[in-house]
C-alpha cells in the first residue's frame, strides 16, 4: 500500500507551538552530573554547557521507566523535558537515591514552546534558555521571557517526533520496553556503551553484545476520511496472514493529521516489508526511518 505522506515540517516549515504536555524539570547541586551520570543511558560526562542529548531511565530489569530531552545549562544545572503523563512516578525513581547525593530534583511551573522558525530564533536573548535538537529538519526548544505566537497544536511536535523515528513514550508503556526496543542506539548519543554502570546496564549491553533485542520500533501511516477511533497506546495493530489477520505489535504512539493516521509500533525487528497491516479498518503502510535498523 502506498500513501503520500503528509510532513508536518513540509507543510508548516515556520511551526511554533505551546508544549504544553511537557514539563520542565532541573538538576542541580554539585554531584547532579555524578548523579544523572549512574541513573541514565546516555554519557552525561560528556555533554556539554549548552548540549542535549535523548535519553532514558530504566529500572533494575532495564525497562523504561522514562524517555526525555537532557539538556546542560551549567557545569551543574540540567533540565529535563519531560512527557507530563509519565510523571508523578518516572520523577520518583529517578531521584530514589538521589538522599545519597548533593543534588535536587525541582518540577518547574514554566511554560515550554517548540519552534522550526528561524525567524524566532533570531528574536532569542540572554532571558530565552534554547535547547537545539540534533535531529534534521532542526528544531528548538525554548523556554524564558520571551513574547511569541503560537501558530499550531502542540500535538505536532510530537507528530514530527514520528516522522522522524524519535520514540514517544507514554504512561500505559511506561516499565513495558528496553531501550532498543524503541531504535534508541540508533540515535546518536541517546546510549553510551562505553561510560560505565548505570540502573539497567546490564540488560541494555546484553541486548547489544548478546543479541538479546529481538524489537525495533516502526512507523506506520494510513489514509483516513472523517471522523475515527484512534487507537490506543499499548494496543496492538494487526498483520495479514493468509485470509486471517492476527493482533502484533505494542503502540508507542498514534497522532491524527490532516486526512492521515501516523502510529510509532514496536514489532519484531525482521519484518517483512511486504507484510500488509491494518489498525481498525484502516490500511497501514511502513513509513521509511531516516535511520537504519542495522546494529552498529
Given at each position: 500500500?502506498?500513501?503520500?505522506?503528509?510532513?508536518?515540517?513540509?507543510?508548516?516549515?515556520?511551526?511554533?507551538?505551546?508544549?504544553?504536555?511537557?514539563?520542565?524539570?532541573?538538576?542541580?547541586?554539585?554531584?547532579?552530573?555524578?548523579?544523572?551520570?549512574?541513573?541514565?543511558?546516555?554519557?552525561?560526562?560528556?555533554?556539554?554547557?549548552?548540549?542535549?542529548?535523548?535519553?532514558?531511565?530504566?529500572?533494575?530489569?532495564?525497562?523504561?521507566?522514562?524517555?526525555?530531552?537532557?539538556?546542560?545549562?551549567?557545569?551543574?544545572?540540567?533540565?529535563?523535558?519531560?512527557?507530563?503523563?509519565?510523571?508523578?512516578?518516572?520523577?520518583?525513581?529517578?531521584?530514589?537515591?538521589?538522599?545519597?547525593?548533593?543534588?535536587?530534583?525541582?518540577?518547574?511551573?514554566?511554560?515550554?514552546?517548540?519552534?522550526?522558525?528561524?525567524?524566532?530564533?533570531?528574536?532569542?536573548?540572554?532571558?530565552?534558555?534554547?535547547?537545539?535538537?540534533?535531529?534534521?529538519?532542526?528544531?528548538?526548544?525554548?523556554?524564558?521571557?520571551?513574547?511569541?505566537?503560537?501558530?499550531?497544536?502542540?500535538?505536532?511536535?510530537?507528530?514530527?517526533?514520528?516522522?522522524?523515528?524519535?520514540?514517544?513514550?507514554?504512561?500505559?508503556?511506561?516499565?513495558?520496553?528496553?531501550?532498543?526496543?524503541?531504535?534508541?542506539?540508533?540515535?546518536?548519543?541517546?546510549?553510551?556503551?562505553?561510560?560505565?554502570?548505570?540502573?539497567?546496564?546490564?540488560?541494555?549491553?546484553?541486548?547489544?553484545?548478546?543479541?538479546?533485542?529481538?524489537?525495533?520500533?516502526?512507523t506506520f501511516v494510513g489514509n483516513v476520511e472523517g471522523e475515527i477511533e484512534l487507537p490506543a497506546v499499548a494496543s496492538s495493530i494487526e498483520m495479514q496472514l493468509g485470509e486471517n489477520w492476527k493482533?502484533?505489535?505494542?503502540?508507542?504512539?498514534?497522532?491524527?493529521?490532516?486526512?492521515?493516521?501516523?502510529?510509532?509500533?514496536?514489532?519484531?525487528?525482521?519484518?517483512?516489508?511486504?507484510?500488509?497491516?491494518?489498525?481498525?479498518?484502516?490500511?497501514?503502510?511502513?513509513?521509511?526511518?531516516?535511520?537504519?535498523?542495522?546494529?552498529?
Amino acid at each position: 500500500m502506498k500513501c503520500e505522506c503528509q510532513k508536518v515540517t513540509h507543510q508548516q516549515p515556520e511551526l511554533c507551538v505551546a508544549l504544553t504536555q511537557y514539563r520542565l524539570i532541573e538538576v542541580a547541586g554539585i554531584d547532579a552530573e555524578k548523579y544523572l551520570q549512574g541513573q541514565l543511558t546516555c554519557d552525561v560526562a560528556k555533554l556539554a554547557v549548552g548540549e542535549q542529548s535523548l535519553t532514558c531511565h530504566c529500572d533494575p530489569k532495564g525497562k523504561m521507566s522514562a524517555l526525555f530531552r537532557l539538556y546542560r545549562a551549567t557545569a551543574e544545572q540540567f533540565f529535563l523535558i519531560i512527557q507530563q503523563n509519565l510523571l508523578p512516578e518516572a520523577l520518583v525513581q529517578l531521584k530514589k537515591y538521589a538522599v545519597f547525593s548533593k543534588v535536587t530534583f525541582t518540577e518547574l511551573d514554566q511554560a515550554l514552546f517548540g519552534t522550526t522558525s528561524g525567524e524566532i530564533i533570531a528574536k532569542f536573548n540572554e532571558n530565552v534558555t534554547a535547547c537545539y535538537l540534533d535531529e534534521e529538519p532542526k528544531r528548538t526548544i525554548f523556554w524564558g521571557d520571551i513574547a511569541v505566537e503560537a501558530n499550531g497544536d502542540g500535538s505536532l511536535w510530537d507528530l514530527i517526533d514520528i516522522q522522524q523515528g524519535v520514540p514517544l513514550l507514554y504512561k500505559a508503556n511506561q516499565f513495558e520496553l528496553i531501550p532498543q526496543a524503541t531504535n534508541l542506539q540508533q540515535l546518536d548519543k541517546a546510549i553510551s556503551f562505553t561510560k560505565g554502570c548505570y540502573i539497567g546496564q546490564e540488560t541494555v549491553a546484553r541486548a547489544k553484545y548478546r543479541g538479546a533485542n529481538k524489537r525495533a520500533m516502526f512507523t506506520f501511516v494510513g489514509n483516513v476520511e472523517g471522523e475515527i477511533e484512534l487507537p490506543a497506546v499499548a494496543s496492538s495493530i494487526e498483520m495479514q496472514l493468509g485470509e486471517n489477520w492476527k493482533n502484533t505489535g505494542t503502540i508507542l504512539a498514534v497522532q491524527r493529521y490532516q486526512q492521515q493516521l501516523w502510529l510509532q509500533v514496536v514489532l519484531n525487528k525482521e519484518l517483512d516489508p511486504e507484510a500488509n497491516f491494518r489498525v481498525g479498518n484502516v490500511r497501514l503502510a511502513l513509513f521509511e526511518l531516516p535511520y537504519s535498523l542495522e546494529e552498529n
